[in-house]
């Protein structure tokens, strides 16, 4: 029986802590002693760990606290780019989801396997810089939230933006480094939630990241784009609503239901909970993914009050925080915690 649903304070914590509340959880965060001022701004956040570096909560006298409250810890963006995924692998305490996606999450070529294995249509990744002959967007490891990414068209590009990457001290070497050919389009971020007590995939919602200083380019005339000497950088701000055009819905659904029956293929016991496809549309309406989070994204903040989906299939304000406490309120209530916690 779980009790206590907590995260550590960043990226969607809000979100979920609110929708752990209302369907009467008790709530904890682990939060950095700067963002106390912030967090305690919230009533639905019953309790605090108060921490100078996220790591800590590897620290045994965090973990006993877990353990002894019945605690379940949600993961999150900021969660997975403060640990690396032995440590997240090894941590004792009970986890939602599956902890083990989250290294295929975090290791590009892991990632490309399963989302070709889901066919889903991907990008193609270039081995290394004497390949480039097309435009690349070039990528570091691990959830950067797009810091770092620049654009190259042949070798002579791809190691000038290597370098400016090392001199900021970013990476060792361009092997650190991953390229895949840029799709034209529009980005898209489909936001599902697999549910394992159901064996059903939802589909919650949709958005575009607001991204420094890529979005900001086009504020600037193309004469004076000429004239300075900017690399566009993609770094997230925010995040856009969207809606899809409806032809658009039925895909959507089929990948999200062949990307879980994948997952449960690949990494035991599957996709579970919150997930994300990521990528672009392109001019003939193909969703060309060049991502997936195996866990929630930051973008479903948008809906905490329901999105123009779940306001199809929920009679209530249902955000993806507060499914997944509902998610976790079934799994008590029916004996199954099993199922959705590693
Ligand atoms: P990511 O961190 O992979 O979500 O990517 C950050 C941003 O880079 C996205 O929102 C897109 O704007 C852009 N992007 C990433 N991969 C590609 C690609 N293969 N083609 C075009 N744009 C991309």
């Not at 907590?6 to 369907?23: F, M, P, V, W, Y």
């Not at 709530?27 to 001022?37: A, F, H, I, P, Q």
């Not at 066919?119 to 770092?148: F, Q, Y």
Request: contains cysteine; charged residues 25%.
């Amino acid at each position: 029986m779980m009790n206590v649903i907590s995260t550590i304070g960043s990226h969607c914590s809000l979100q979920i802590l609110k929708g752990a509340k209302d369907e009467g959880f008790k709530t904890l965060l682990v939060c950095k002693k700067e963002r106390e001022d912030l967090y305690k701004r919230f009533k639905f956040i019953d309790e605090f760990i108060l921490v100078d570096d996220f790591i800590q909560i590897l620290d045994q006298n965090v973990l006993d606290k877990f353990q002894k409250n019945d605690t379940i810890l949600v993961p999150h963006g900021t969660l997975i780019s403060n640990m690396n995924s032995q440590q997240i692998e090894n941590m004792k305490i009970p986890f939602f989801g599956n902890k083990w996606i989250l290294r295929w999450e975090s290791d590009r070529k892991l990632k490309e396997k399963l989302m070709k294995e889901s066919k889903l249509e991907t990008p193609n990744s270039v081995n290394g810089p004497n390949d480039i002959n097309s435009m690349v967007i070039v990528k570091l490891h691990g959830a950067a939230g797009g810091k770092g990414y620049f654009l190259a068209w042949d070798k002579k590009s791809f190691m000038e933006g290597a370098d400016k990457l090392k001199n900021q001290g970013l990476i060792k070497d361009e092997n650190d480094l991953y390229i895949q050919e840029y799709v034209f389009g529009v980005p898209v971020y489909l936001q599902y939630f697999y549910s394992p007590l159901k064996n059903n995939v939802e589909f919650m919602g949709i958005d575009r990241r607001y991204e420094s200083d890529v979005d900001g380019l086009g504020r600037i005339p193309s004469r004076h784009q000429l004239k300075i000497d900017v690399e566009p950088s993609y770094t997230v701000v925010g995040n856009i609503p969207i809606v899809l055009r409806e032809s658009l819905l039925n895909e959507v659904y089929k990948m999200g239901e062949r990307f879980v029956e994948t997952s449960k293929r690949f990494v035991e016991p599957g996709m579970v909970g919150p997930f994300c496809i990521e990528g672009v549309y392109d001019k003939e309406g193909r969703f060309i993914s060049f991502e997936f989070s195996a866990r929630i994204v930051a973008g479903t903040n948008l809906y905490i009050d329901g999105s123009p989906y779940t306001a199809l299939t929920y009679d209530e304000p249902m955000s993806t925080g507060r499914r997944l406490a509902r998610e976790i309120k079934n799994a008590n209530n029916s004996n199954e915690l099993s199922k959705i916690v590693t």
